[in-house]
């Protein structure tokens, strides 16, 4: 992997000025260095059971009194299921449209990782958060958005895409299409495999045209002065526009408590979304940093190779330039793999850093994962500011 070391330009100084005069805010991030994970890129290197996923997300399992307590849930949408041996895939592999692993205590090693997948009677694995609204097409799966655990009510909030498959699309690039969002809860007494959870279906949803509009791309929960909020974000195409949602916690699945940002004011109407920045990628995070600033972290332009960051003021900007700060072309091994969807994990990072992880596919994905078995999971580095 390349390794960057940047100072912010005076491109940033209008975002380092108004920092410098916003309410919370207090020091200038000066200059931020990045370097390799391999502790984390170990981890996730696997050849039995779960051995590739995308779509990762941490969510750490905080409230008192439940057998939660330690834990982080380690979200993943599609799947792959089965045996590596000698570099090679062994017969019989499966892909899943979900699946979750369990990071069980605070010090960190390969052995406190559980990865487990559940079966149906047959043998067959299966995904862990099948579709279960009452109006929605027998064929239809989950891809996972983010989540977070409610710290009023102790349930995990899972945010999902509703997927269905369209093979006739011969010429399109991704045979898939997205119908909708829906959010899954999970009672704090929930335990693997879930089986006690509820799912409904997320109004704030359009498909028109050839855009989507969607929430679950990115949640921050416990902003510093608005810790009773939790900020939803969300992504607008075409252009991959970043818009995001606030609600109160205590109220957070009622919908019609939902606020969306408009631009300088607040709106309970959905239509109302305004872009705050656009080039983002589906899945990302906002993260506040110890000086005040807030981390955009993403994909530039969805699935180009390099990860961009971006700092602003609040949790909804303004936002200054983007910086490239990881290239991951050493990742991609041959000219049809592609990295997605960079994201911060700070329950994972240190007070001074950020771990951050990408995603790595092919545009042949079936006609490669013989040979690539491990294509198919997640990348990690480490950013550090001063």
């Not at 993943?76 to 699946?99: A, C, P, R, W, Y």
């Not at 631009?263 to 239509?271: H, Q, T, V």
């Not at 490239?324 to 994990?345: G, Q, R, T, V």
Request: proline content about 6%; some cysteine.
């Amino acid at each position: 992997m390349s390794r960057l070391t940047t100072a912010f330009t005076p491109g940033l100084l209008i975002i380092l000025f108004l920092a410098c005069h916003h309410p919370q805010p207090t020091n200038s991030v000066l200059s931020f260095s990045t370097k390799s994970a391999p502790y984390w890129d170990q981890v996730f290197k696997r050849t039995s059971g779960w051995f590739g996923g995308d779509g990762i997300f941490f969510i750490p399992q905080e409230i008192q009194g439940t057998e939660n307590k330690g834990k982080q849930l380690i979200l993943f949408s599609d799947t792959m299921v089965g045996e590596i041996s000698d570099g090679k895939l062994k017969e019989g592999f499966q892909m899943i449209n979900n699946s979750v692993a369990e990071l069980r205590k605070d010090t960190l090693s390969n052995n406190e990782f559980q990865f487990p997948i559940a079966y149906d009677s047959t043998g067959t694995a299966k995904s862990i958060f099948p579709v279960k609204l009452d109006h929605a097409n027998p064929l239809e799966y989950y891809w996972l958005g983010d989540g977070f655990q409610n710290k009023e009510s102790g349930k995990t909030h899972i945010f999902a895409y509703r997927v269905i498959d369209r093979p006739e699309l011969k010429e399109a690039l991704f045979k898939f299409e997205v119908l909708g969002g829906a959010l899954i809860t999970l009672p704090a007494e929930s335990q693997y495999p879930y089986e006690i959870q509820v799912q409904k279906e997320l109004p704030f949803f359009r498909n028109k045209g050839n855009g989507t509009t969607s929430f679950g791309a990115g949640i921050l929960a416990d902003v510093p002065g608005e810790d009773e909020y939790v900020y939803v974000y969300g992504v607008r195409d075409p252009g991959k526009q970043l818009i995001a949602a606030r609600v109160n916690l205590k109220e957070f699945t009622d919908f019609s408590e939902w606020a969306f940002y408009a631009g300088g004011s607040w709106s309970n109407n959905f239509e109302d979304c305004v872009s705050i920045t656009d080039s983002v990628s589906n899945e990302l995070s906002v993260s506040p940093l110890p000086n005040g600033q807030f981390a955009l972290v993403f994909q530039i332009n969805g699935i180009q190779p390099q990860v961009g960051l971006r700092l602003g003021i609040s949790p909804v900007g303004p936002f200054g330039p983007t910086k490239e700060i990881w290239d991951c072309s050493e990742a991609l091994e041959e000219p049809e793999f592609f990295a997605y969807n960079a994201k911060a994990h700070p329950s994972i990072s240190s007070s001074d850093e950020l771990i951050i992880s990408y995603n790595v596919n092919s545009f042949k994905f079936w006609d490669q994962i013989n040979d690539h078995p491990q294509l198919y999971r997640p990348r990690f580095f480490i950013l550090s500011w001063k």
